[in-house]
């Protein structure tokens, strides 16, 4: 089996792996739990102008800026209704060679499973027209598929340059109210 990824990345460096797994559009998708930094209630996002749909906006994290992905966006659903149960899983990602955190808004947060070595699947081939970059394999569970995304290519790198810009700088106190410049 050949992934495009690194056994260690996707916890295949033991037996049994551990993905948070959360539902966007209502589908269930999971990351490896050593890319979750953290996972925080919905704050105020302070939208920036001349950013694609998918990107959501900017929080202030304890004084820094941290980019949010509207994951049913990117992922090609409809951009993410904000519940109750919404919340951002800050996840750290490779941006132009450096580690930068991201957040990606989800629906709501399931749970974390364990997916054994065997049950990760490489993702699927749907030919060259269709993007898969961002599926880092398939976790069987059950009967079913869980989606594990590989978070480095959720965002090109032309956007995650952007990004990178966006979040060089420390946060605006007014950034989570909304009053920031004024």
Same mark, same amino acid.
């Given at each position: 089996m050949t992934l495009p990824h690194t056994e260690a990345h996707l916890g295949l +460096?033991?037996?049994?792996?551990?993905?948070?797994?959360f539902v966007v559009a209502g589908e269930r998708l999971a990351v490896p739990i050593e890319v979750v930094k953290e996972i925080i209630e919905l704050p105020t996002i302070t939208r920036v102008p001349l950013t694609p749909d998918a990107i959501r906006g900017v929080i202030n994290l304890r004084g820094?800026?941290? =980019?949010?992905? #509207?994951l049913g966006a990117r992922l090609g659903r409809s951009p993410i209704v904000p519940t109750r149960r919404s919340c951002i899983v800050l996840v750290?990602?490779?941006?132009?060679?450096?580690?930068?955190? &991201?957040?990606?808004?989800? @629906?709501?947060?399931? +749970? *974390?499973?364990?997916?054994?070595? %065997? %049950? *990760?699947? =490489? =993702? =699927?081939?749907?030919?060259?027209?269709?993007?898969? @970059?961002? *599926?880092?394999?398939?976790?069987?569970? #059950?009967?079913?598929?869980?989606?594990?995304?590989?978070? #480095?290519?959720? &965002?090109?790198?032309?956007?995650?340059?952007?990004?990178?810009?966006?979040s060089g700088q420390e946060a @605006?106190?007014?950034?989570e109210d909304g009053t920031a410049g004024s």
């Open positions: +460096n033991t037996e049994v792996g551990q993905y948070l797994t820094s800026v941290v =980019p949010v992905i #509207d750290e990602v490779q941006a132009v060679g450096e580690a930068q955190v &991201l957040g990606m808004l989800v @629906d709501e947060v399931k +749970n *974390i499973l364990e997916i054994g070595r %065997d %049950d *990760i699947k =490489p =993702p =699927p081939s749907f030919g060259a027209t269709i993007r898969t @970059d961002f *599926i880092a394999a398939m976790g069987r569970v #059950d009967e079913a598929f869980v989606v594990i995304l590989e978070v #480095d290519h959720l &965002l090109s790198i032309q956007e995650l340059a952007a990004l990178r810009a966006l @605006d106190p007014g950034i």
